[in-house]
């Protein structure tokens, strides 16, 4: 059992920064590949970013990819989303989610972070 939780998220203009944080319990995160998605009002949620177990791999949806870094650090089971040129359109709530498989899809992902608002004014 693995238990997320997020953290980071906010109010910021266009073009600012954010960096969202998600902390994970136990002591088996480096064996979960991570994940980042978003749901913004009145849509499904969207693939953002993913990280593999190590770090070694990282993939990104075409809509974010130039302008946010996923990172983790194992030794402190914590995984990072570093969104940098924010637009107005990236106004969503962000879920981190941890799975045993490198993936964009959702379906592979058991366990999910509560979410943490971010919101991008023009």
């Known amino acids: 059992q693995v238990q997320l939780v997020g953290s980071g998220g906010g109010l910021v203009r266009a073009g600012g920064s954010l960096r969202l944080s998600c902390a994970a319990s136990g002591r088996t995160f480096s064996t979960y590949a991570m994940g980042w998605f978003r749901q913004a009002p009145g849509k499904e949620r969207e693939f953002v970013g993913a990280?593999?177990?190590?770090?070694?791999?990282?993939s990104y949806a075409d809509s974010v990819k130039g302008r946010f870094t996923v990172s983790r650090d194992n030794a402190k089971n914590t995984v990072y989303l570093q969104m940098n040129s924010l637009k107005p359109e990236d106004t969503a709530v962000y879920y981190c989610a941890a799975g045993p498989i490198y993936s964009s899809s959702t379906m592979s992902y058991v366990y999910w972070g509560q979410g943490t608002q971010v919101t991008v004014s023009s």
């Open positions: 990280i593999s177990r190590y770090g070694d791999r990282t």
